[in-house]
T-cell receptor
Framework: QVQLKQSGAEVKKPGASVRVSCETS????????IAWVRQAPGQGLEWMGG??????????AQNLQDRVTMTTDTSTNTAYMELRSLRSDDTALYFC????????FGSGTYSQAFDIWGQGTMVTVSS | QSVLTQPPSVSGAPGQKVTISCSGN????????VSWYQQLPGTAPKVLIY???ERPSGIPDRFSGSKSGTLATLGITGLQTGDEADYYC???????????FGGGTKVTVL
């Protein structure tokens, strides 16, 4: 059974860093990409970034690219997301999701879907 | 301000059909595949549709996806109380090289 299990809730002070882990099971992490999505309280989904299995590239949201790093450890089938210089507006529920993707070179069309999700990790930033 | 535009809410009576629109441009919806997600209160999102029209196994055929140009649409027929949730469209934006979501649509069953 394919599952993504995330680490527990975190409370951090402004300026600190947080690292959220996402342990995968039921499949080989190197065979699929991993994306990170966050949701502020009462708000919609925000794509943070992801690691593509198609070309092993990493893309980040423009508003986060200076503060975020996403990695995977194939030896433990675990993905990590580190966010630095935390601010109060980083308070959100953070999700990892398996990235189901394909790139069609002829048309330049990209297909991506987040087919399996972790349960979410609440990160609260407060002084 | 989301890159993809969805109506904030739609509603319908049990058994009726509702549609949710998702509007973008040629850099995102017009040239890449769209997926749709259902988020029930207090839970992680679940994929309903991928590649514009495809349903993963286990998703009832009451849910359907379509796309024309830069407009994608999710349809829900035979509306049930259990369909009350937030629905999001998502795709890739080739110009920005980022994933993008719509702002979400709350479905209410009257």
């Amino acid at each position: 059974q394919v599952q993504l299990k995330q680490s527990g809730a975190e409370v951090k002070k402004p300026g600190a860093s947080v690292r959220v882990s996402c342990e995968t099971s039921g499949y080989r992490i190197s065979s699929y990409g991993i994306a990170w999505v966050r949701q502020a309280p009462g708000q919609g989904l925000e794509w943070m970034g992801g690691i593509s299995a198609v070309n092993r590239s990493t893309n980040y949201a423009q508003n986060l690219q200076d503060r975020v790093t996403m990695t995977t450890d194939t030896s433990t089938n675990t993905a990590y997301m580190e966010l630095r210089s935390l601010r109060s507006d980083d308070t959100a529920l953070y999700f990892c999701a398996r990235l189901f993707e394909a790139y069609y070179f002829g048309s330049g069309t990209y297909s991506q879907a987040f087919d399996i999700w972790g349960q979410g990790t609440m990160v609260t930033v407060s002084s | 301000q989301s890159v993809l535009t969805q109506p904030p809410s739609v509603s319908g009576a049990p058994g009726q059909k509702v549609t949710i629109s998702c509007s973008g441009n040629n850099s995102n919806i017009g040239n890449n595949y769209v997926s749709w997600y259902q988020q029930l209160p207090g839970t992680a999102p679940k994929v309903l549709i991928y590649d514009d029209t495809e349903r993963p196994s286990g998703i009832p055929d009451r849910f359907s996806g379509s796309k024309s140009g830069t407009l994608a649409t999710l349809g829900i027929t035979g509306l049930q109380t259990g369909d009350e949730a937030d629905y999001y469209c998502g795709t890739w934006d080739s110009s920005l090289s980022v994933g993008v979501f719509g702002g979400g649509t709350k479905v209410t069953v009257l």
